[in-house]
């Protein structure tokens, strides 16, 4: 067993306590005061840490599969997870404040274009926005146009118009 060295011995150890660790007293510590138990740490994800709902390990694990970068710092993934979800939650908000004015209980991918397109802060992240596929474009950007069905009968008449002639033709002749 080692002798405790003693605080005056030492110079700049005024006032630390010296008492052996097998004598000290788990529930008192050297001022006086009742020690606190550390309890088992719960382990807690990355995101909950930060506050945030969307997953910083799996960005982290995207960041590296990308190569983007040959190292980045250990907040690079949180704060683009940030990053993402405040975008996210604009984009939906604002998504639901246009469903809502044209009295629909969903978000249609229009909503959503009219949403990016009406935010300039949005418009500007985001560039020109999603390429308007399908029926996604927001309706007041649709063009009136005839139906397939109708463009195949025209192009009927026309075809009919252009070959009938010329089988009464072949017919008459033969």
């Not at 006086?32 to 138990?37: A, D, K, L, N, T």
């Amino acid at each position: 067993m080692e002798r405790p060295v003693e605080a005056s011995s030492m110079p700049g150890m005024d006032g630390v306590c010296t008492a052996p660790e097998q004598k000290r007293e788990p529930e008192a510590s050297c001022s006086g005061e009742p020690s606190r138990r550390r309890e088992a740490k719960v382990k807690q994800s990355r995101s909950s840490r930060a506050g945030l709902l969307f997953p910083v390990s799996r960005i982290e694990r995207q960041l590296r599969r990308g190569q983007f970068a040959e190292r980045f710092g250990a907040n690079a993934p949180v704060y683009l997870a940030a990053v993402l979800q405040w975008v996210t939650h604009k984009t939906m908000d604002m998504a639901g404040k246009i469903s809502k004015k044209s009295n629909q209980q969903y978000i249609s991918p229009c909503h959503l274009q009219m949403s990016i397109k009406n935010s300039p802060v949005l418009k500007h992240l985001l560039g020109s926005g999603p390429k308007h596929r399908g029926r996604a474009v927001p309706k007041s950007q649709r063009v009136a146009s005839t139906s397939k069905t109708k463009k195949t009968k025209r192009m009927k008449r026309s075809h009919r118009q252009q070959t009938a002639p010329a089988r009464a033709t072949a017919a008459v002749t033969v």
